[in-house]
């Protein structure tokens, strides 16, 4: 029996669009740094497959082969600002109008002693 993650199949046009603009962007960092793939591929330590994989775009490229890209290429703080909490204003809003704290379900307080 095979499972497929529909996600890496078919992810949503909006995060595909990212990936591949992500990977156009490696590559041209890499070719700007006058790299080949193989230089690349080794200085990260894995293969010119994963390299090109994620030059590509694939969504099944782990996220770990475009952060070492990224600080292969002396990016990677770029990185560290993706998913801020600091920056969700949606996220911020919502925090300041229900007051909570912590996303978990109330399980009222235990008397048993």
């Known amino acids: 029996m095979s499972r497929t993650n529909k996600l890496v199949q078919s992810p949503p046009y909006p995060v595909e669009q990212a990936i591949r603009q992500l990977g156009e962007n490696l590559r041209a960092a890499r070719i700007r740094r006058n790299m080949r793939i ?27 082969v475009y952060a070492a890209l990224l600080w292969l290429y002396d ?11 600091s920056k ?26």
């Open 38 to 64: 193989a230089d690349a591929a080794e200085r990260i330590g894995t293969g010119p497959r994963a390299v090109m994989d994620a030059e590509r775009g694939k969504a099944s490229t782990g996220i770990v």
């Open 75 to 85: 990016q990677l703080d770029q990185l560290e600002e993706v998913g801020n909490p």
């Open 88 to 113: 969700d204003k949606d996220g911020l809003s919502l925090e300041a109008a229900t007051g909570r704290q912590r996303a978990r379900k109330d399980q009222g307080i235990d008397s048993d002693f």
